[in-house]
């Protein structure tokens, strides 16, 4: 059972505001992940870290931010919140030297 | 970009019937996952592959690694209403460092 954990589940929010969208796993995985997803579409990935102080961006451009200070905590942060970030964000973590990841419940995203 | 050809897209099947799904790649891949995704959660893994040939199962669910490293196959056999989801293949290639995934198997249940 992977123990992995997001916060918020869901967030309504308006237009310009700075959010920031918590990940953290307790399984001591060095990699990390976060995908966008929109309702019953693919995964995209936006950001991964092979550990602590890395950081690197996905195959979808993305306009937000991600910070790896410690193993277990990922959180991504938008600046400012649009309309066109609504979407469900998924966050993952692998073991180092493994494939499989395993994913958080995810986080709604409604921007007004 | 490198891209998996997840079919059939959708599937309206009858409760007690046996599914079949798969991904194809021109690629070859050292790694294939099969997860399924609820509506409004995170996908979970169901079945991991690492070898050639490899044919694992989990529950009524059974998965293969193609011979050729370029294909994947789930079969779930005997299908019950909690199947109904969205099954994702994702495949590893040496090549890349991340995962390549499919564009999701959405399975229904008919009434």
């Known amino acids: 059972e992977a123990d992995i954990y997001q916060t918020p589940r869901y967030l309504v929010i308006g237009t310009g505001k700075k959010i920031t969208l918590e990940c953290s796993q307790t399984?001591?995985?060095?990699?990390m992940y976060w995908y966008q997803q929109d309702p019953g579409m693919e995964l995209h990935l936006i950001h991964y870290?092979?550990?602590?102080?890395?950081?690197e961006k996905g195959d979808l451009s993305s306009e937000s931010t991600v910070s790896r200070i410690r193993t277990e905590h990922f959180p991504l942060t938008l600046e400012s919140a649009r309309p066109s970030h609504t979407s469900q964000y998924l966050c993952?973590?692998?073991?180092?030297?493994?494939?499989?990841?395993?994913f958080g419940p995810g986080t709604r995203l409604l921007v007004l | 970009g490198q891209q998996l050809n997840q079919s059939p897209q959708s599937m309206f099947i009858q409760e007690g019937e046996d599914v079949s799904m798969n991904c194809t790649s021109s690629?070859?891949?050292?790694?294939w996952l099969w997860y399924k995704q609820d509506p409004g959660e995170g996908p979970v893994l169901l079945i991991a592959?690492?070898?050639a040939g490899e044919l694992t199962s989990n529950g009524r669910l059974t998965a293969q690694f193609g011979i050729t490293r370029k294909d994947s196959f789930l079969n779930i056999s005997a299908s019950i209403p909690s199947d109904v989801g969205i099954y994702f293949c994702?495949?590893?290639?040496?090549?890349?460092?991340?995962?390549?995934w499919g564009a999701g198997t959405k399975l229904i249940i008919k009434p």
């Open positions: 993952a973590s692998s073991m180092a030297g493994r494939e499989t990841q395993y």
């Open positions: 399984m001591g995985h060095d990699k």
């Open positions: 870290s092979y550990g602590v102080n890395s950081t």
């Open positions: 690629s070859i891949f050292n790694t």
């Open positions: 592959l690492y070898k």
């Open positions: 994702a495949g590893h290639m040496d090549s890349n460092y991340q995962l390549i």
